[in-house]
């Protein structure tokens, strides 16, 4: 026990480290920065355009009004601030390092591998960018619904960083298959398009792919729960579900990150 | 062959045009997910618009005529159009996207564009033939996809299609094709005055498909958002293309469409033209 407390918090000084070394590359090389938050404003125009579409029609989209469309926007925004700000970058860039070998300095470091592989880059101007958008959609959302009290706002957050948690390791199990056919470029593209599913309250979907989407690859409780928790609309089973989701799919991932990694063979070597 | 392609000037981009083919076919499972990843954008906007298109259950049980009609159109688009229209607009906006700029880039970035410029071959001809031989593979798969798409909505939901649409849609493609080639090679020029690029391809990228019509019709933008991006070249990349399928546009639109199409190559055509001549003037190979 006193092991992994001291692991975890070496883990957790060795995190911070990157993250400054990430925020000091990214102040010298300004135009990523820039061109980083220009991309993210532009993703986030198209998420807004789903609410705009929704208003021009004049109709509630699966019982659920414009207010209530932009809380779930909202959130979809500030989780996407977390997943492409924190490890998105790195999640793409796991394809070209086992394409040419350089995955071997990683393996080789003496940290865990998982932990170098998920969150070696970070970017702050996208995890401000969307953090920030998605809290002021979602404060002036819940403002025109009327407010909120403290310990739904505490419950709201709860299920945020379930989502976070959740999204990690639903957006890594597809990515291990990347020791075993090198180039998954494409993989990660895939996974990035299923993000989207989130653009749109779970609702609107069909009973199926609501399943698919709750139980089998639990894209709905990135975003749709944190939503559906702050406007009061979860219920039981749901709360329980988005509780203990987190526990079993990072076990999943750490599972089959364990059994890809032994695929890897280094293109070097 | 290499007396045979001196002789035969177009030998030398046909073999690009191969290196274009097998380089897209070299993974091929890489190739087969990149064809899923435009699966998702269709379930998720057919679920938003078959949920807008619902008749409003209030409206319903009031009896009212709102109701009993279930809004026919909106945006100007019937339920089917818009079905046809999600689908046939997120498979053209795969098979026109692009991917070269960021080559391009690093050419001039990392000085690799020298040796282009010794060699006895275009470098715009070269990077037209490997898109057009990439493209190709997908165009295959993405042709077969699109048309077990029609014939499910056909089927489905009784959506028609003409022998004119189909040779017009065909015809939009290739200028759709061309212009895009051409606005995202404008795009990758900048490199020769930006010497950080970062992710501004892919910001463009964003509002570029936007400007196209690839996520919605540009009738969402409103009157006068749809004005103004009707009068600039995008829409011609996705949303024309899809609107000539989806029989939306005909007779004299479609000729107008298709004419106004081509006279858009020539403008983009003397931009690339100006930026590479003012470009390459800048180019100094400085990796190399």
């Known amino acids: 026990m006193k092991d992994a407390l001291r692991d975890i918090q070496k883990h957790l000084r060795l995190y911070v480290m990157l993250f400054r070394m990430n925020v000091m590359s990214q102040m010298e090389y300004r135009a990523n920065f820039i061109t980083g938050i220009m991309m993210e404003l532009g993703y986030m125009v198209t998420k807004v355009l789903y609410i705009v579409v929704a208003f021009r029609a004049g109709r509630d989209i699966g019982g659920f009004g414009p207010d209530e469309m932009l809380v779930f926007v909202g959130t979809f925004i500030a989780v996407t601030g977390f997943y492409a700000g924190v490890f998105m970058i790195s999640f793409f860039q796991l394809s070209g390092l086992v394409k040419d070998g350089s995955f071997d300095t990683i393996m080789t470091k003496p940290v865990s591998a998982l932990f170098l592989a998920s969150f070696r880059r970070s970017d702050i101007g996208i995890l401000a960018t969307d953090f920030l958008g998605g809290a002021v959609a979602v404060a002036i959302g819940l403002s025109r619904l009327g407010g909120v009290d403290f310990w739904t706002v505490l419950g709201y957050a709860f299920y945020m960083a379930c989502g976070c948690a959740v999204a990690y390791s639903i957006f890594l199990i597809p990515l291990t298959l990347v020791f075993r056919i090198v180039n998954a470029q494409a993989i990660a593209g895939v996974v990035d398009s299923f993000w989207d599913f989130n653009n749109v309250p779970m609702v609107v979907y069909g009973k199926t792919i609501r399943a698919l989407g709750t139980y089998a690859i639990p894209m709905f409780l990135i975003s749709s729960f944190p939503a559906l928790f702050v406007l009061g609309r979860m219920t039981a089973a749901q709360m329980i579900w988005g509780a203990l989701a987190p526990i079993v799919f990072i076990a999943l991932a750490r599972t089959a990150w364990n059994r890809g990694i032994k695929n890897y063979s280094s293109a070097t070597g | ?288």
């Open chain 2, 1 to 288: 062959m290499a007396k045979a392609d001196r002789r035969r000037p177009a030998g030398k981009y046909l073999r690009s045009l191969s290196l274009g083919l097998r380089g897209a076919l070299e993974y091929r499972a890489n190739f087969f997910f990149s064809l899923l990843g435009a699966v998702s954008p269709v379930i998720i906007q057919t679920a938003l618009w078959t949920c807008l298109y619902a008749p409003d259950p209030g409206a319903a049980a009031s009896g009212s005529a709102a109701g009993a009609g279930a809004q026919p159109e909106l945006f100007g688009f019937t339920y089917v159009q818009m079905l046809a229209y999600v689908v046939i607009a997120n498979i053209v906006g795969r098979l026109v996207r692009t991917g070269f700029e960021y080559e391009l880039n690093n050419d001039i970035r990392l000085g690799g564009l020298d040796r282009f410029l010794v060699k006895p071959i275009g470098y715009f001809g070269f990077r037209i033939a490997q898109f057009l031989g990439a493209k190709s593979a997908e165009a295959v798969f993405m042709c077969a996809v699109l048309g077990a798409g029609l014939l499910v909505l056909s089927l489905t939901v009784g959506l028609g299609l003409s022998a004119t649409a189909v040779l017009g849609f065909f015809l939009a493609l290739l200028i759709a094709l061309v212009l895009n080639f051409l606005i995202f090679w404008c795009v990758g020029l900048l490199g020769f005055w930006l010497t950080e690029i970062g992710f501004f391809f892919e910001a463009v990228r964003i509002v570029i498909i936007t400007a196209s019509g690839g996520i919605f019709p540009l009738s969402v933008f409103g009157t006068t958002g749809e004005a103004i991006l009707r009068a600039l070249p995008f829409r011609f990349t996705i949303q024309f293309p899809t609107e000539v399928l989806c029989g939306r546009v005909a007779g004299l639109g479609l000729i107008q469409g298709l004419c106004m199409g081509l006279f858009w190559i020539l403008p983009l055509g003397l931009l690339a033209g100006l930026l590479w001549s003012s470009g390459i003037r800048r180019f100094v190979a400085v990796g190399s």
